[in-house]
C-alpha cells in the first residue's frame, strides 16, 4: 500500500473525482473543475485544476500543446522535436533513447502527454499515475484522431476555446482544399515514406493518418488494401502501376532518381513525369500542421486546380 502523504493538490483531485462521471458523457462536456477527461487506452484522468506544468512527449503532442498557446505552462518537452520553435528552448526529459523518470518528477509536473508509439515513454504511466500526476495518453492512428487529441487537450487543460479555433481552422482548410480538386478524377498515388537498401519501401495503408491525407487530397493511394505503416517491394509498386509518385525524403534528392530505379521507367507515373519528392518534415507528424501536408499531396495530385505543382 503506497502511504506516502498526498499532496494538496493530489487530496483536493481525489476529493473532485467523486463529482466526475467516468462515461463518454462527463467526457464531451467538461464542464468545470474537477473534471474528468478520458484518453486513447479508456483511462479516466481526474483533474482538480488547470494544470501549470505540462510536460509534453512526442512531437505531434508538443505541436498540439503549443497550438493550443500553452507555450507558458509547459514546463518540459520530450522526443526529437524540431518545431515549433519556442518548445526548443524547454528542457528535455529524454527522447530515442529513452526517458528520466526523475529528470520528470524533478519538474514537479502536473500533466503528463505522451503516446503509444514511444513504448518507453508508456513506462512513465504507472508510476506517474502513483504518485497522483494525471498522465493523458494520446494515439494518432488517422486524422479523425488527430482532431480527437486536439479536442482532449483542450479539455484536459482547460483550453476549450483554443482547441475549437484550431479546429475550425483545421477543417475549413481540409474543406477548401476538397473544394478545390471536386469534381475531378482521382488519381492513383503511391506514398513512399522512406526507401531502404535491396529495393524495400516503406508506404502506408487504410487507417493511417497520412492515407486519410491523401483521401482529402483527391487521390487513391494504391495501397490503401494493407493497414497502417508496411514495408512494399519494388514488384508490388510495379504491379499497381500508380499514376502519381509522391515520396517523402528528409533531404529531397532529384525525381530523376526514383525514375531510374530498374524497372520504373514502365511506370505510369515516371512515363507521364508525375513524379513528386517532398520534404517529410512534418508530413509524418501527425499534428495540426497535417491540414499542410494535405494542400501538398493536393498539388501534387491537382495541379491544375491549385495553380502550380508542390
Same mark, same amino acid.
Given at each position: ?65 503549443? &497550438?493550443? *498557446?500553452? !507555450? +507558458?505552462?509547459? %514546463? =518540459?518537452?520530450?522526443? /526529437?522535436?524540431?518545431?515549433?520553435? @519556442? #518548445? ?67 479539455? &484536459?487543460? *482547460?483550453? !476549450? +476555446?483554443?482547441? %475549437? =479555433?484550431?479546429?475550425? /481552422?483545421?477543417?475549413?482548410?481540409? @474543406? #477548401? ?72 525524403? +528528409? ?60
Amino acid at each position: 500500500m503506497n502511504t506516502a502523504p498526498r499532496s494538496p493538490a493530489r487530496r483536493a483531485l481525489l476529493a473532485g473525482a467523486a463529482l466526475c462521471g467516468v462515461g463518454r458523457e462527463a467526457q464531451a462536456a467538461a464542464g468545470p473543475w474537477p473534471r474528468c477527461v478520458v484518453d486513447a487506452q479508456g483511462r479516466t484522468l481526474r483533474l482538480a485544476a488547470p494544470p501549470q506544468r505540462i510536460v509534453a512527449i512526442f512531437p505531434s503532442n508538443i505541436e498540439i500543446v503549443f &497550438a493550443l *498557446g500553452l !507555450e +507558458a505552462r509547459v %514546463a =518540459a518537452i520530450g522526443g /526529437r522535436v524540431r518545431y515549433p520553435e @519556442a #518548445a526548443l528552448a524547454k528542457p528535455s526529459v529524454g527522447g530515442a533513447l529513452g526517458y528520466s523518470p526523475e529528470a520528470l518528477a524533478a519538474l514537479k509536473p502536473d500533466l503528463i502527454v505522451l503516446t503509444p508509439s514511444h513504448g518507453s515513454a508508456l513506462g512513465l504511466v504507472e508510476p506517474f499515475e502513483r504518485a497522483g500526476v494525471a498522465v493523458l495518453v494520446l494515439a494518432h492512428p488517422d486524422l479523425a484522431a488527430v482532431r480527437r487529441n486536439i479536442d482532449l487537450v483542450g479539455r &484536459a487543460t *482547460g483550453s !476549450e +476555446a483554443a482547441a %475549437a =479555433a484550431l479546429l475550425a /481552422r483545421f477543417d475549413g482548410s481540409l @474543406a #477548401a482544399i476538397r473544394q478545390a480538386w471536386q469534381g475531378r478524377p482521382q488519381p492513383t498515388v503511391y506514398l513512399e515514406t522512406a526507401a531502404a537498401a535491396r529495393g524495400a519501401y516503406q508506404t502506408v495503408g487504410r487507417g493511417h493518418y497520412a492515407d486519410d491525407a491523401l483521401a482529402c487530397a483527391g487521390g487513391r493511394n494504391v495501397f490503401s488494401d494493407l493497414a497502417g505503416a508496411q514495408q512494399v517491394s519494388a514488384e508490388a509498386v510495379l504491379l499497381r502501376d500508380p499514376e502519381v509518385i509522391v515520396s517523402l525524403q +528528409a533531404v529531397p534528392k532529384p525525381a530523376e532518381e526514383i525514375a531510374a530505379r530498374p524497372g520504373w521507367s514502365r511506370l505510369r507515373a515516371v512515363r507521364e513525369g508525375r513524379v513528386v519528392v517532398l520534404p517529410r518534415s512534418h508530413f509524418l507528424i501527425p499534428g495540426p500542421r497535417q491540414t499542410e501536408a494535405v494542400l501538398a499531396y493536393a498539388r501534387a495530385l491537382h495541379p491544375q486546380a491549385f495553380g502550380a505543382a508542390a
